[in-house]
């Protein structure tokens, strides 16, 4: 059965309103941008947004923005979205009217009919609007909804006129009309409910004020309209009860309950029916274990089903569960589910049915992956870094029936939120080639083995439990048979819940490679040891496995895999020579932040697509697969978040578990080598490049750089007729690329060397002694055709980023093959590691034809070991591709004898 449209941990939104991209964060007041938004209201299809708070969130506008018709702009889950240039098509609203300011540029403080001063709450039932004007100590009615910009108030509540702000009219003591410090209101049929945040309690009028000043007719959480709140904070009591308040900040109601949000108490009430009586006390709890508890995120006693022990068996809690709150902000229903807006845990709790038992768990967290706190705002940075999956210090709600609206304020955004098909997993989007890259430790065995001699290989940490998988030397053992057995034994039944190993007898290695995907796998341990005495020697690659990488992390223009079910009803590819890539195949579509993206393939199971390059700009964007079902249904997924970076590279590879045996093809039907030209160029320096007895010196000139004195040399080299070799430049950093004339082997051997002059600066390096490696060009590097020590071989990549020159970067178009310049390449350098050694890249750019595949050309070591699974890698930056096995064939070793009748051996 398939999973129904849901709300799901760990989800993305669907769109946004008041910031061009999920990333953006300007500052400033327009109709389109938005400050440090809060409260927010939805009735009759008009959406209505405070662009102020009480967080010190900046910046704050004064007012109130009202979007008429919300769904005009806003597109629904399963509609199709045209495509188009724009950036982000679920980027979206330009509001109608701005209240308190008389346009959408001014954000000035003020006290009349027609200003604020700093907003925090709205209400509207879609023919009244009702504002809380938190600093100016009162609630502001509208009797219509305004529809000009800087519309005057109707009813003033909490003060005798529009010209006075005091708080309490300048009482120590409360009444029935007074108000001090309001930050919420709400409209249920003809009452109107206020939380009188600073007085620490709801008033209800049970009929909507039309006259200024008029008394409330009932309060909760006081038991009179009069008692005395101490406007220290400090010296407040703090007794939470069923009955009292502690600076509750929201007031909301689906008809037949009240939900209030109990901020300094740490809590959300719920009473079942609607109070009609002074000090009515609440029926549930939620964020607490009772009435009577009121810490932030107590989750000693709330969280008792997410506890978890340590080493020594000591019982510890979560710091934050599904149960727990902190500063809660929010809380709304629609008579079925509840949303709560967890402000200090920077996160909105959903429950599937309200709560009916104290300390109930939400069923999906939105804002945070599961129930752990990931400090999305602190109090260092409490901007934090904007994202399409996550909210720092929600504070408003609103619920039209299929999208859940929340305010973010240090983003300055409304995200919005829709129930989907949960098709797709977090993380489900990944890196086409790399697609999962695994933490890898290599255990080396060497000395002899001896009969009954013992090793173990340790998994997980010694101290902690760590599990032992042990073998015996037998009489006549190799190491072969050794690492063959051991393999089996740590992959026996369901395997070792942490490592899958590998054997590589030829190269007496044994590969443990993580079973979790990522950078988790990284934290994974691992050990040997022998018998007293044994004559075998174990040594590991490192205490822990390593080389974890997220492959969710994309980068603009990169082919990825959205992996998941039920993702379409056939199969289909795009056309072999398609240029551009359809939007659509077998009725499904996926979008990036709202942009149709080029599909490759689609089944069931799995669709390939390219991210969009226009995505540069952010570093988060969202995506969703829309599918159209044969029988006319229409179904969307939810929104998924996919972190954008500036590039993780990842290689093609066969199928298969990682390490996976790379695509990698042998570069060129003649014999190359490679010489760098480093160092400074100095005036009067000699570089010379020696090919067998031919030599050819270039003389620095004044104001000669690098890539000069490297082009005078490869010019010098091309203007003799009869050189054996010709000479063009690299395609990264200033070296000197040398091919035989003559195709096939008989151009190996050439012989190549490179001086400079004694006090030279600048400084020639022939990376090889010869010419070598001479193959068929473009021909696959395989176990039958290995690539040999100092070859240069062609690696196929995807997701290096952005490249230059300019003139590339304007030729990269999401969707269509690369036809811009053949030299190109990425902003961020590109290096190789390839046995464990350097391999030189010599190029790579964007391939030639190829929809955002990349061409990367590697020099190998020239002292690289026979092995038939050498690892090889790219990294920019600190991002590591994943790794694929190259066969390499060292002519210069003896050809070792089969595995079967290898003795083991003291390497």
């Given amino acids: 059965m398939c999973p129904a449209a849901d709300f799901f941990s760990g989800m993305a939104a669907r769109a946004l309103i008041g910031q061009r991209n999920f990333t953006a964060q300007t500052p400033g007041a327009s109709d389109t941008l938005m400050g440090a938004v809060s409260g ?119 003060q005798p006129d529009f010209k006075t702000n005091l708080s309490n009219e300048g009482r120590r003591q409360p009444s029935n009309r007074s108000l001090s410090g309001p930050q919420a209101a709400w409209i249920q049929g003809s009452r109107l409910y206020v939380a009188d945040t600073i007085n620490n309690r709801v008033l209800i009028w049970r009929n909507i004020p039309t006259q200024n000043f008029a ?3 009932v309060v909760l959480g006081q038991p009179d309209f009069t008692s005395f709140v101490p406007p220290d904070l400090r010296v407040q009591s703090f007794e939470p009860k069923a009955s009292t308040l502690f600076q ?10 009240l939900y209030v949000t109990d901020l300094g108490y740490n809590r959300a009430l719920i009473w079942n029916s609607i109070p009609d009586s002074n000090a009515a006390p609440a029926d549930v709890v939620v964020g607490q274990p009772d009435m009577t508890s009121g810490e932030s995120n107590g989750t000693k006693k709330i969280c008792q089903d997410e506890h ?45 049915q309200i709560p009916t038992q104290n ?216 056309p072999e020579n398609a240029d551009p890539l359809p939007r659509e195949l077998a009725g499904v579509q996926v979008y990036f932040d709202g942009i149709r993206a080029p599909l490759l393939y689609v089944s069931p199971d799995e669709i390939r697509a390219q991210v969009p390059w226009e995505v540069n700009d952010a570093n988060s964007i969202n995506a969703y697969v829309r599918i159209m079902r044969p029988n006319g249904t229409v179904q969307a997924t939810a929104a998924v978040a996919v972190p954008i970076i500036s590039q993780n590279p990842g290689i093609l590879a066969e199928p298969g578990t990682d390490p996976r045996p790379g695509m990698v093809y042998h ?74 004339k003559v195709q096939g082997p008989a151009g190996n051997g050439i012989t190549i060397a490179a001086n400079v002059n004694n006090d030279a600066q600048v400084i020639l390096t022939a990376t090889n002694s010869e010419l070598c490696c001479a193959n068929t060009a473009g021909a696959r590097v395989t176990e039958e055709n290995p690539a040999l020590p100092g070859q240069t071989i062609i690696i196929y990549g995807t997701g290096l980023g952005l490249v230059n020159p300019d003139d590339a970067k304007y030729a990269l178009a999401t969707g269509f093959r690369y036809k811009g310049p053949e030299l190109n390449r990425p902003d961020e350098f590109v290096s190789s590691l390839a046995g464990g050694k350097t391999a030189n890249v010599l190029y790579s750019g964007m391939a030639q034809n190829m929809v955002g595949v990349y061409e990367v050309h590697l020099e190998l070591n020239s002292d690289l070991p026979t092995n038939p699974q050498t690892q090889v890698t790219i990294a920019q930056d600190i991002y590591v591709s994943n790794i694929v096995t190259i066969p390499i064939r060292n002519p210069k070793e003896e050809s070792p004898p089969k595995t079967e009748e290898r003795p083991a051996r003291r390497r």
């Fill in 40 to 158: 927010l209201a939805y009735a009759n299809g008009m959406l209505i947004a405070v662009d102020d708070n009480r967080v010190s969130a900046s910046p704050q506008n004064n007012r109130v923005l009202i979007y008429f018709n919300v769904h005009s702009f806003l597109p629904t889950p399963t509609q199709e979205i045209p495509v188009s240039d724009q950036r982000c098509p679920v980027c979206v609203g330009q509001a109608n009217v701005v209240i308190g300011q008389p346009d959408f540029a001014k954000s000035d403080i003020g006290l009349s009919e027609r200003s604020l001063n700093h907003p925090t709450g709205v209400a509207t039932d879609g023919r009244i609007l009702v504002i809380a004007d938190t600093d100016n100590n009162r609630v502001l009615i509208w009797r219509s909804i305004p529809t000009v910009n800087h519309q005057p108030a109707d009813v003033v509540l909490g």
């Fill in 215 to 217: 008394p409330a007719d």
């Fill in 248 to 257: 509750p900040v929201s007031v909301t109601s689906d008809g037949r309950r």
């Fill in 308 to 352: 978890t022990t340590n080493d020594k068996g000591e019982d510890i809690a979560p710091q934050v569960c599904r149960a727990s709150l902190s500063f809660p902000r929010y809380a709304l229903s629609d008579g079925t589910k509840l949303f709560i807006a967890d402000g200090g845990n920077d996160r909105v709790l959903v429950y599937n």
């Fill in 359 to 574: 300390g109930q768990s939400a069923d999906s967290i939105i804002g945070q992956i599961a129930g752990h706190l990931n400090q999305v705002s602190d109090g260092a940075n409490p901007l934090g870094r904007g994202s399409s999956d996550s909210v720092a210090t929600p504070m408003g709600l609103a619920w039209d029936g299929t999208n859940l609206f929340v305010s973010d304020p240090f983003r300055r955004r409304v995200l919005v939120f829709a129930p989907g098909e949960t098709y797709v997993p977090y993380t489900g989007v990944r890196n086409l080639f790399s697609r999962a890259v695994y933490a890898v430790g290599t255990i080396a065995f060497s000395g002899t083995a001896k009969q009954d001699d013992e090793v173990t290989v340790t998994i997980g940490d010694k101290d902690k439990g760590g599990r032992e998988y042990k073998y015996k030397i037998a009489k006549d053992d190799t190491f072969a048979k050794l690492i063959v057995a051991l393999a089996a034994k740590i992959n026996e039944g369901a395997g070792d819940p942490d490592v899958f190993a590998s054997a590589n007898p030829d190269f007496l290695v044994l590969v443990l490679t993580a079973r979790r995907a990522g950078e988790e796998g990284n934290d994974i341990p691992f050990s040997t040891s022998t018998s007293t005495s044994a004559q075998i020697q174990l040594q590991t690659s490192g205490a822990n496995l390593a080389g974890g990488q997220d492959a969710a992390k994309i980068a603009p223009g990169t082919l990825v895999t959205i992996l998941g079910q039920n993702l379409a009803n056939s199969t289909a590819s795009a």
């Fill in 667 to 740: 570069f060129s039907s003649s014999a190359t080598g490679t010489i760098s030209v480093d160092g400074t160029a100095k005036e009067g320096d000699r570089a010379t490049v020696i090919l067998e007895d031919r030599q050819y010196t270039y003389t620095v000139k004044a104001n000669d750089t690098l890539t000069e004195i490297r082009d005078g040399l490869i010019s010098l080299i091309n203007e003799n007729p009869d050189e054996k070799v010709v000479a063009f430049p690299a395609g990264v950093f200033t070296r000197i690329r040398l091919r035989a």
